[in-house]
Nanobody, 124 residues
Framework: HLVESGGGLVQPGGSLTLSCAVSGFILGRDAGGIGWFRRAPGKEREGLSCISSGDGTTVYGDSAKGRFTTSRDNAKNTVNLRMNSLKAEDTGTYYC?????????????????WGQGTQVTVSS
């Protein structure tokens, strides 16, 4: 079970941190990873990042590299996505998902679970 939070309206150039509260899966103990994805209006779903539960290794999609950072808080069993230098094209619904193995390609054959999504709007 995954629950996203932290979405909202932000101005271009601003920052936002999304959180994914994880239950039924213990970060740092159970195998797998938590990925962040987004779906922009009129576009296909896009993989942004993934963090491995075991060793905290991170991988990023092209749109996220250099601007977004994913991290985990094992004590709170949450995964965060810090987004900087936001642009209008970052507008969309952001989801976290439980994944068997993080992949740099951001292409996954299946997912263990999805959150309900949180809306991010970048606009002045």
């Amino acid at each position: 079970h995954l629950v996203e939070s932290g979405g909202g309206l932000v101005q271009p150039g601003g920052s936002l941190t999304l959180s994914c509260a994880v239950s039924g899966f213990i970060l740092g103990r159970d195998a797998g990873g938590i990925g962040w994805f987004r779906r922009a209006p009129g576009k296909e779903r896009e993989g942004l990042s993934c963090i491995s539960s075991g060793d905290g290794t991170t991988v990023y999609g092209d749109s996220a590299k250099g601007r977004f950072t994913t991290s985990r808080d094992n004590a709170k069993n949450t995964v965060n996505l810090r987004m900087n230098s936001l642009k209008a094209e970052d507008t969309g619904t952001y989801y976290c998902a439980a994944i068997a193995v993080c992949k740099p390609s951001m292409v996954y054959p299946s997912f263990r679970a999805w959150g309900q999504g949180t809306q991010v709007t970048v606009s002045s």
